[in-house]
């Protein structure tokens, strides 16, 4: 739902820098100020029969995070086409580092401003400011590292088998990964697992992840020209 309705939203809103962050800020005082936080975490999934709308309102209620997660989702999809257009865009491979190092420490003083002086933990469930912040402090650091990877290779260097076997296989092995995760969701109780469970799940699973798309890549080997 949330990626079918996020391109059409991005067409009809202004592309201007200050868009996502009057966005932002209204969605997050209505999470912190008015309860829109606990009503996603708290409230029940059903609503109660005697409604006329009970259908509705259950279908809204069953799929708050991923309706409310369209105003999260769609700020960090208009930031990162701000970013883009910064750092990538039109600009030359050492400018395009510099901003991509700058752009990255600013996402990391945000988000510790975000979550230890204004006390706004991550929620990935209401997407708030700071699983915003966050997502674009991470993606945006990895863009980072692979341009230095790009820009300063070694002499002998070769692409890890793992990220050969994805690249030659991904729709298939993003299929299986979302499978996975959804395997996961319903054997492990992931909002009460302790550090070491989860650390063990997220191990395990990028290893199966990662066995699946080696077996694949040498099950399928690409024709020769």
């Not at 030359?92 to 420490?105: A, E, H, K, S, Y």
């Amino acid at each position: 739902f949330t990626l079918a309705v996020l391109a059409p939203l991005a067409r009809v809103m202004p592309s201007t820098p200050s868009i996502p962050v009057v966005l932002m800020t209204c969605y997050q005082w209505f999470l912190s100020r008015r309860g829109l936080q606990q009503f996603v975490e708290q409230a029940p999934r059903r609503c109660q029969e005697s409604s006329s709308l009970v259908f509705l309102c259950t279908l809204v209620v069953a799929n708050r995070e991923g309706i409310l997660g369209c105003v999260g989702y769609l700020a960090v999809y208009m930031v990162a086409q701000q970013i883009g257009a910064f750092c990538l865009w039109d600009v030359d491979r050492t400018r395009q580092g510099r901003r991509l190092f700058g752009c990255t420490i600013v996402c990391w003083i945000v988000l510790l401003f975000l979550t230890e002086i204004m006390e706004i933990p991550v929620s990935r469930r209401s997407t708030n400011v700071s699983f915003c912040v966050w997502t674009l402090a991470h993606n945006i650091l990895m863009l980072a590292l692979l341009w230095s990877a790009t820009t300063f290779p070694t002499k002998d260097a070769v692409v890890p088998p793992i990220l050969g076997a994805v690249n030659q296989n991904g729709l298939l092995v993003f299929v299986v990964a979302n499978l996975l995760t959804g395997l996961v969701n319903l054997t492990v109780n992931t909002l009460e697992a302790s550090d070491a469970v989860a650390l063990a799940t997220v191990f395990v699973y990028l290893c199966v992840v990662g066995a699946f798309a080696l077996v694949v890549s040498k099950a399928v080997k690409p024709k020769a020209d």
